[in-house]
């Protein structure tokens, strides 16, 4: 007979109760409501993998996210530490676009212009550990949205030039907010000679943006704004930074999923805020603050993060330390490492 999801999470419990300070769950603010109930602790990424990093008790970390959170952990765990993740195939859009082999070869094609000594690698948490290796192999850091700034910061006070990895929007947003001109910027096409750019172009740029994205939030557009303002006048929208420059331009406020968070928790009592950002999250924050009107830009879901769900999170635990365990190779997790620590330096 089926279990009801009710039978699952008594069943979760129970692992929960028989492994004790031996297992931490980790839920990523993406994952759906009952995901996140289940967990010891819920937040960002890199937030979620220093926690575990730090922990002295728990052998098993399971970690309820996408892979390259998984991976991050794993990065950062204690060799006693055993990282798993309930869906191997849970990956992310953003991170795929990055593949190490495109990465590599675009950052060979911009160094061999401009000398490596005039070039900083950025990446972006949501990437692949080999892609943070080369960052650390390359004097560069790892950076989250809530510190990008800072981060660009650090990288211009190295060399002159910047490569930032994956995401093509936080990229520019950041650097937007830096003031640096449009026209020193360029997007890096990893299927176009020299990304689609001249040498000339390239000699010339500040910053060089890798053309990827995220599917949940490149979907919300300035006619969602547009609609939501004539509808809720005095309403608030604040949207993460993944989101196109237009859409960030058109919001009241822009930051990471904890700024998001954070911002819905201080909203004045009786007011509406508007997010752009994956639909979890909005309808947990709409049912933790019953006394504002908390609604989605647009509905916008991360595929990859609904494959986590409790018949996959059980199985987790009925084999813990076996199956979906997550790893990375040795020279992959020291090169990786030090991008982290050049972060934490922040």
């Known amino acids: ?49 220093q926690r575990a990093a730090r922990d002295e008790e728990a052998e098993f970390i399971v970690f309820c996210g996408v892979h390259f959170m998984a991976e991050s952990a794993a990065i950062l765990a204690k060799p006693r530490q055993t990282v798993q993740i309930p869906d191997m195939n849970a990956g992310c859009w953003m991170s795929d676009m990055a593949d190490a082999f495109l990465v590599e070869r675009a950052w060979n094609e911009v160094a061999a212009l401009v000398g490596e000594n005039h070039i900083t690698p950025l990446v972006y948490m949501n990437s692949e550990a080999a892609i943070k290796a080369l960052c650390g192999r390359h004097g560069g850091a790892v950076c989250t949205s809530s510190n990008a700034g800072r981060a660009f910061d650090w990288a211009f006070r190295q060399k002159e030039k910047i490569f930032f990895f994956p995401d093509e929007h936080l990229g520019r947003n950041t650097a937007n907010a830096l003031g640096i001109p449009a026209d020193q910027m360029r997007v890096f096409d990893p299927e176009k000679p ?79 805020v508007i997010i752009g950002t994956e639909i979890h999250l909005i309808q947990r924050l709409a049912l933790e603050h019953p006394n504002k009107t908390i609604l989605a830009l647009k509905e916008s879901l991360c595929p990859n993060m609904y494959k986590i769900n409790l018949k996959n999170l059980l199985a987790c635990l009925e084999n813990i330390g076996k199956t979906n365990v997550v790893k990375v190779e040795d020279a992959i997790k020291k090169d990786a490492f030090i991008a982290l620590e050049n972060m934490l330096s922040l």
């Open 1 to 49: 007979m089926e279990n009801t999801d009710q039978d699952l999470i008594d069943k979760i419990q129970a692992g929960k109760q028989r492994l004790g300070r031996k297992l931490m769950i980790l839920t990523h603010h993406y994952q759906r409501k009952e995901i996140v109930d289940l967990g010891h602790y819920r937040g960002d990424s890199f937030d979620l993998s």
């Open 194 to 272: 020299l990304g689609g750019n001249s040498e000339a172009d390239i000699r010339r740029a500040k910053v060089f943006l890798f053309k990827g994205y995220c599917l949940v939030h490149t979907r919300f557009t300035l006619d969602d704004i547009s609609a939501m303002r004539t509808k809720f006048p005095d309403a608030k929208i604040v949207v993460h930074p993944e989101c196109t420059e237009e859409v960030v331009k058109a919001s009241d406020a822009v930051g990471s999923t904890s700024f998001i968070v954070k911002y819905a928790a201080e909203a004045p009592s009786g007011s509406t």
